[in-house]
């Protein structure tokens, strides 16, 4: 493995030894049904999007004229899938 693949594998040992210690149990537990395991995922990728978002609002402006990313906002703007996302996010 890499340098960058050691540090990865470390912090998730550190997560779990964490988890661990701060709810008494594993992700190894089995009172969960699929629907909660699917629910916690769901709750972990929100948490994500708005740490992202916070920092995208922190980056500079890219000085390159990224038009491809303009050519992938308006395909997110008209695909159906994507409406349908959004509409629910606002609801």
Not at 42 to 63: H, N, R, T, Y
Not at 78 to 84: L, W
Request: glycine letters at 6%; proline letters at 2%; hydrophobic letters at 35%.
């Amino acid at each position: 493995m890499s340098e960058i693949e050691d540090k990865v594998c470390e912090k998730i040992n550190a997560r779990a030894e964490y988890g661990e210690r701060r709810y008494g149990f594993s992700v190894e537990r089995g009172d969960l049904s699929l629907r909660a395991w699917i629910v916690n995922l769901q709750k972990q990728i929100i948490d994500s999007a708005v740490f992202l978002e916070k920092i995208i609002g922190m980056l500079p402006e890219d000085p390159i004229d990224n038009t491809n990313q303009s050519t992938l906002d308006e395909e997110w703007e008209n695909d159906e899938v994507s409406r349908g996302i959004e509409g629910e996010l606002h609801e």
